[in-house]
């Protein structure tokens, strides 16, 4: 590539004085872009747009760009240019895109996936034959930071059945597809229920529907991002805590459960006549009791009324008292 010599030709030729008259009006070659920062593995679109001197050129001859990595100088790898046969540096091969627009002067450069590597300054190229060639000194710094973890939103004051929203932040990449993004747990996928609310230039919000139990308790919570169609994955995983409040259905279910068997009427039944019954054998003990209590004191009358001489003695049983009778009859 003839570029290096051309341009530093090109440059003093058109900032020496002395060719000022030949020259056109260098003020006319104007670049505008803005630094850009990236995360690795993303997509990034950075606008640009440019001006010539259209006098320098013939209105039937085509406008090629071509985007360089470092400076324009010195053989620099090329990465993007509209002029078909060129060679491209082999790491920028259909990730660095140059707009379609060129000839209107737009210089916007797509980078997917991007790489580590692909941070540093480029420098932009113009060639319009047979005089508008021209390197803009305005050069593109490209800055690559690392790929962010998605970033989970919600209440800490989790309470099962209680509905929370679940908010995952992710970086925003130019891919036409937007990033895909889940939440889940164990138990399983959460609901999407809204996408891009408050959004902002740099990340993109999804809203999800959770409404945690008492199994989610102590369990991981996973919010998962995937770019484009590569391979770029990144999630990030909270550890839930969910509080169980006394009027939860678990322990007013236990409650209800004796509500339940009363519902059968055999075990009430059962019931009825196991508290009768008691009653009934009580009764019939008393009634035991005091009818052997009546027979004992007949029997004591009876036996005073045999005027007998001997006295029984006071803490003789009822028992003592037969057999003294006994003994008194047999000797009587
Ligand atoms: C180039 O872009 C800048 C900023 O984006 C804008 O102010 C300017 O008008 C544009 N120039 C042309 C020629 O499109
Ligand atoms: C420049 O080109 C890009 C890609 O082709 C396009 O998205 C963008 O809208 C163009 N910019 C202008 C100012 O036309
Ligand atoms: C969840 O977010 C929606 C809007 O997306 C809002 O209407 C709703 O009140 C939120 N629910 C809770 C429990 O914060
Ligand atoms: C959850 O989502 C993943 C990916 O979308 C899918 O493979 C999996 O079957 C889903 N699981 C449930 C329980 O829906
Ligand atoms: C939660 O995830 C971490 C890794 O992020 C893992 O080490 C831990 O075992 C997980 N805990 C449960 C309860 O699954
Ligand atoms: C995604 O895949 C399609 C078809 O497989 C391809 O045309 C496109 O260039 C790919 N996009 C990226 C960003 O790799
Ligand atoms: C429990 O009993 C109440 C009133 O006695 C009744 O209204 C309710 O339906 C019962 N519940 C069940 C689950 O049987």
Not at 44 to 62: E, G
Not at 173 to 201: H, V, W
């Amino acid at each position: 590539m003839g570029y290096p010599l051309e341009i530093l030709v090109f440059g003093l030729l058109s900032t020496g004085p002395l060719w000022a008259g030949v020259q056109c009006d260098i003020n006319l070659y104007k670049l505008y872009v803005q630094p850009a920062t990236v995360q690795e593995g993303l997509c990034v679109f950075i606008p640009c747009n440019f001006t010539y001197d259209p006098n320098d050129a013939s209105s039937t001859a085509t406008l090629y760009g071509y985007w360089f990595k470092g400076g324009c100088f010195n053989s620099p790898p090329l990465v993007a240019t509209n002029k078909p046969g060129e060679t491209i540096a082999e790491n920028a091969q259909n990730r660095f895109i140059l707009s379609e627009e060129v000839e209107q002067g737009n210089c916007s450069l797509v980078i997917n996936d991007v790489q580590n590597n692909d941070d540093g300054d480029y420098c932009f190229r113009m060639e319009k034959e047979p005089k508008a060639k021209w390197s803009f000194k305005e050069i593109l710094k490209v800055t690559v930071k690392e790929l962010e973890d998605p970033v989970i939103h919600f209440s800490r004051n989790l309470q099962a059945n209680h509905h929370v929203n679940i908010t995952c932040i992710v970086p925003r990449s130019c891919y036409l597809k937007p990033p895909r993004i889940s939440c889940k747990t164990m138990a399983g996928n959460f609901t999407l229920r809204a996408s891009e609310e408050q959004s902002s230039d740099s990340h993109v919000h999804s809203v999800f529907d959770f409404t945690p139990s008492v199994a989610d308790n102590k369990q991981n919570l996973t919010c998962a991002v995937t770019y484009g169609n590569t391979s770029i994955y990144k999630e990030t995983t909270v550890l839930l805590n969910v509080k169980y409040p006394p009027q939860t259905p678990v322990i007013s279910s236990e409650l209800r459960r004796p509500n339940k068997t009363s519902d059968k009427p055999t075990s009430a039944l059962f019931a009825v006549m196991g508290a009768l019954s008691v009653i009934v054998v009580v009764i019939l003990i008393i009634a035991v009791i005091l009818i052997f209590k009546k027979y004992q004191r007949k029997s004591m009358i009876d036996m005073e009324s045999h005027k007998t001489l001997q006295t029984p003695r006071s803490d003789s049983s009822p028992n003592d008292q037969i057999s003294q009778q006994m003994v008194l009859c047999t000797s009587g």
